[in-house]
């Protein structure tokens, strides 16, 4: 985990030395009138690597309706409740799901043999037979979910493994530095994207981004979700 403000400084005093977004009084600073630049530009690269990466493996609970067969999670928000208490579901950070249980933990799969399938990324559904038989044994099923990063702020924390910091220091420099004219900065930025695609190759060999912020017992704590 580190701070916007220790990433920023880091990319000021590497990537982004000599350039017009640092301050030439401090070094280890990024100017205020690009620090939104660089702030969007870390949001847009954290939501690149969550998405590659599989960093935040979160649940939550689908409360079931025997008149509805379909759930999207993107607008039925009202039936979903987050399995931590202190997490509150935002549809922006949903990818993709991961896995289905039902209330006595045991795992549903999904688009095997018809009863459970998932038409689109962002949605679930249940044929009427295997939705009843939910609802007797009880009236949730939870979903085991990959999530993006939150959004951050200037002074908020970004939370990843230590060995995509630099991952992520090289993806943002990468965007900067593109989005400048001319031929000599156009290199560096594909430089730098090179070396940030070498960095999470290496990773994904080794296997080191698999593991989640988040993992919890998949087994309701009563049977019925009271």
């Known amino acids: 985990m580190i701070s916007f403000a220790q990433f920023s400084g880091k990319l000021a005093r ?36 969550s998405t590659k990466f599989p960093l935040f493996k979160l649940q939550m609970d689908l409360t079931l309706n025997p008149a509805k067969q379909e759930y999207s999670f993107d607008t039925d928000t009202a039936a979903l409740t987050m399995v931590e208490s ?37 949605r679930i559904r249940f044929t009427s037979a295997i939705l009843l038989e939910l609802i007797e044994v009880g009236p949730k099923v939870r979903i085991r979910f ?47 994207y090179a070396q940030y695609l070498r960095h999470i190759g290496e990773d994904e060999l080794q296997n080191n981004s698999s593991t989640s912020e988040i993992e919890t017992d998949n087994r309701f704590s009563n049977r019925g979700f009271v």
């Open 14 to 49: 590497a990537q982004l030395k000599n350039m017009s977004a640092v301050d030439d009084t401090n070094l280890g600073e990024i100017r205020p009138d690009y620090e939104n630049t660089v702030l969007s530009l870390t949001n847009e690269a954290l939501t690149i690597l």
């Open 146 to 192: 990959q999530a993006r990063h939150s959004e951050i702020t200037v002074t908020d924390q970004i939370i990843l493994p230590p060995n995509l910091e630099s991952a992520l220091q090289l993806l943002v420099a990468s965007m900067y530095i593109s989005q400048m004219n001319g031929p000599k900065k156009k290199k560096k930025g594909d430089d730098y």
């Open 86 to 122: 202190s997490q509150t579901y935002d549809p922006k950070r949903f990818i993709k799901i991961l896995n289905v249980y039902n209330s006595d933990g045991d795992e549903l799969l999904t688009d095997v043999n018809g009863h459970v399938t998932v038409p689109a990324y962002n």
